[in-house]
């Protein structure tokens, strides 16, 4: 039987607290994302049809968000004085769609996405990361509701993938906190400063893709748009080769 949005509530009231985590409470946590799974599986699989009719130079991925990281940011969010309601968490499913396409293209599918879900009876908003980034994460979200649970599809340019896993590098070496915003587990000042240039370099690949959007909108050529981006990827895979093996290194 489903679990109600109270006893989700509930459990997720406990769950907030350091070190009264029960094994009782894991157990239907457990349950909780047996739950969740069961939606994801069913929502990739609609993406999956649409972007093959698509045709598109389109990657899916998915995951579900595991006890521990659950755990983890229903206590960092009660440490930092905002309690989370588990029962609205929106991303503990997730879906991701990124590929080479335009600003334009990734408006296309965030519509084409909702359309499909929205025909089926499910409830979709959107979140437009592009304009309002957290940390520089830029990206479109699509939540889609389906039975009363939240399957989040991320929806990627290349460059805006890129960065996210560049990030993503980074935050698993000096804490998955300054992905949110929170200082640094250790590191001080110098990873502040590599954050701030992280949060800079996402605006400028974003003014790129604007002005290629803008170009593109001229003369209709989607090859040229997509190239004016090419400097700034392949700096992005530079830094992305330093993380990797500061990464490496620490890991010996």
Request: proline content about 2%.
């Amino acid at each position: 039987m489903q679990m109600s949005k109270s006893a989700i509530q509930k459990l997720g009231k406990r769950l907030e607290v350091p070190g009264s985590t029960s094994e009782d409470d894991l157990t239907l946590l457990e349950d909780l994302l047996l739950e969740y799974d069961g939606l994801l599986s069913a929502a990739r699989g609609e993406v999956d049809e649409l972007c093959d009719v698509l045709e598109w130079p389109l990657g899916v991925t998915h995951r579900l968000k595991t006890t521990d990281t659950l755990v983890q940011k229903l206590q960092r969010a009660k440490e930092g004085g905002s309690s989370t309601n588990l029962a609205r968490i929106q991303d503990i499913a997730g879906i991701r769609v990124s590929g080479n396409i335009t600003l334009v293209e990734q408006d296309q599918l965030r519509d084409l996405i909702m359309t499909r879900f929205e025909a089926q009876g499910h409830r979709c908003s959107v979140k437009d990361r592009r304009v309002e980034p957290v940390v520089g994460y830029r990206a479109v979200h699509v939540i889609v509701t389906i039975d009363g649970r939240c399957v989040e599809v991320q929806v990627r340019t290349s460059a805006q993938d890129l960065w996210a896993n560049v990030f993503e590098r980074i935050a698993d070496i000096f804490g998955r906190g300054i992905r949110y915003g929170e200082p640094p587990e250790y590191g001080g000042q110098a990873v502040l400063d590599i954050t701030r240039s992280m949060e800079s370099f996402s605006a400028k690949l974003y003014e790129t893709e604007l002005h290629a959007y803008a170009e593109g909108a001229r003369n209709g050529d989607r090859e040229a748009i997509l190239s004016l981006q090419s400097p700034h990827l392949a700096k992005l895979h530079e830094i992305l080769g330093y993380v990797e093996d500061i990464k490496g290194r620490l890991s010996t």
